[in-house]
């Protein structure tokens, strides 16, 4: 039995089994398979990586837990509502520092103005979740606080307390790994596989609000589309 169909017989057992179920020994699947422990821990360290499993040093092997799923809306426009499951924000870091050249460009402000950065870790059902760093233009947000950043929404409050209406936005989405302080933070091991968000947000008159970098745990998260198909669609 050839490694790729030992991947896909260990799918099987992962679909019919609970997250947070432990995996069989490698001894018990080899001989279960009737193949070789090389082939099935090459075949293991396959779904591992794909986010399927989780090893723990010392305890074995595990079905990974439920991802969270964000539904992203196929018609331009829609709102996006809220991912599943219940989120709360920790304020790592609040302060004030200068734009610099290469962020002043990105929020349209001068190199010396001030701006305001926040990094927060979002946790979705006890668990961390992702990691978010968020610049504004300190001028935008008068007497905001740490606290303001914990909880309910960033947009609502910028309508109703300071009467900025964000209407649209630029998010880009790229695959990348976490590093060792993202790993820290968010419980995972070093290099764990994740999705690195940035998104530019601006108000009705084309000026920019917010620029903010999001770092999500790529075994948990996942983006959900729903899309609408033509008669020319490929």
């Known amino acids: 039995m050839r490694r790729a169909q030992v991947r896909e017989r260990l799918r099987e057992l992962i679909d019919a089994r ?93 190199p010396g103005d001030d701006l305001l950065y926040v990094m927060r870790r979002r946790i979705v059902d006890g668990d ?41 936005a630029v998010q880009t989405t790229e695959p990348t790994v976490t590093d060792a302080s993202e790993s820290r933070l968010l419980g995972v091991p070093p290099y764990s596989p994740a999705l690195l968000f940035e998104r530019t947000t601006r108000d009705g ?3 920019v609000l917010e620029f903010t970098r999001s770092v999500y745990r790529g075994d948990r998260y996942r983006i959900t589309s729903h899309l609408k198909l033509g008669p020319n669609s490929g």
Request: aromatic residues 6%; without cysteine; glycine residues 10%.
């Open 18 to 110: 609970t997250p947070g179920d432990p995996l069989p020994s490698e001894r018990s699947l080899s001989e279960h398979l009737g193949v070789s422990r090389p082939t099935v821990r090459a075949a293991i360290d396959d779904l591992a990586g794909a986010g399927l499993l989780i090893r723990q040093h010392g305890r074995g092997t595990f079905i990974s837990p439920h991802k969270i799923s964000q539904e992203v809306p196929s018609a331009s426009g829609q709102p996006f509502p809220p991912a599943e499951g219940d989120w709360v924000s920790e304020v790592l870091e609040f302060r004030t520092e200068a734009a610099g050249a290469r962020l002043g460009q990105r929020l349209q402000v001068s």
């Open 128 to 168: 961390p979740m992702a990691l978010e760093e968020i610049r504004l233009p300190v001028t935008l947000v008068p007497g905001i606080a740490a606290e303001d950043f914990t909880r309910g929404s960033l947009y609502r409050r910028l309508r109703e307390r300071y009467d900025v209406d964000p209407t649209e």
């Open 205 to 207: 008159d084309g000026r």
